[in-house]
């Protein structure tokens, strides 16, 4: 007896594809690639479109292991990880100019892939956008987190309110969200920061209530840019990004402006 056919799949994205895009190309003047934190996806930026100046079309950096890409094993080395971006990234700097965001982990890619696209001769960002890290040379206030045992490691998330109380309580959703989480906080955990200035302005953002990355640990950016530096605090703790988008927007707004 013939199986009953299977229902068909959803539209999905191409494997592999690190781009979701939340706009159309046609008036499109400067792009903003946002690089979430360590076990975020791209919806995190997906309301970011309808509020950002005309122009500046928002990308969401899709990171393997989640979404679309959640069948591939994800980054856990710097050289695989910015590998792999910097080959994808590199088409996009000739369209025309572009901004980085990135929030904590996604701070670190960013700034490591300014580095590398500039030193490979392609055009630098116009303006990168540090969100809840501390900068270079800077040492961690707190125990590296991916060496931790499942018990530690979720009460620690429960104190940073870095996941939805509803996922740390399903023991099947955190069986999907863990290692992936757990790959990306060893790339947070591993960086070793670029030497050198990179010749984009730096806006740094940060958390008053931040015990992670606080405004001392961050003040320290200026001296990573041979262009302008400026730095905002936000009265929220390591995740203000959620609890203080619509500030948040405001500020990356104000800065892309005037890039065209």
């Not at 934190?37 to 990308?59: E, H, I, K, L, N």
Request: aromatic share 8%.
């Amino acid at each position: 007896m013939r199986p009953p056919p299977r229902a068909a799949a959803p539209p999905r994205t191409a494997a592999g594809d690190p781009f979701a895009r939340f706009h159309g190309d046609s008036a499109v003047t400067t792009r903003l690639f946002c690089f979430p934190y360590a076990g975020g996806g791209t919806q995190v930026f997906r309301g970011w479109q309808s509020r950002v100046p005309p122009g500046v079309g928002v990308t969401g950096i899709r990171l393997p292991g989640r979404e679309q890409r959640f069948r591939e094993r994800p980054f856990d080395a710097w050289p695989q990880a910015l590998g792999a971006l910097a080959e994808a990234l590199a088409p996009q700097t000739a369209l025309g100019p572009y901004a980085f965001f990135g929030h904590s982990l996604g701070a670190r890619l960013a700034y490591e892939l300014a580095h590398r696209l500039t030193a490979d001769g392609h055009r630098p960002p116009e303006l990168l956008v540090v969100s809840a890290c501390r900068a270079p040379g800077v040492t961690p206030r707190t125990p590296p987190m991916h060496t931790m045992d499942g018990p530690t490691l979720h009460t620690r998330l429960r104190e940073m309110n870095g996941v939805p109380p509803e996922v740390l309580a399903s023991r099947a959703l955190m069986r999907l969200l863990e290692p992936v989480l757990r790959a990306d906080l060893k790339l947070a955990e591993t960086w070793e920061p670029s030497p050198g200035r990179i010749a984009a302005p730096i806006l740094a953002l940060c958390g008053e209530d931040d015990d992670i990355d606080p405004y001392e640990d961050m003040v320290a950016w200026k001296h990573h840019t041979s262009a302008e530096f400026a730095i905002r605090a936000f009265p929220a703790g390591h995740f203000f990004l959620r609890d203080e988008e619509e500030a948040v927007l405001a500020t990356i707004c104000g800065r892309l402006g005037g890039v065209r």
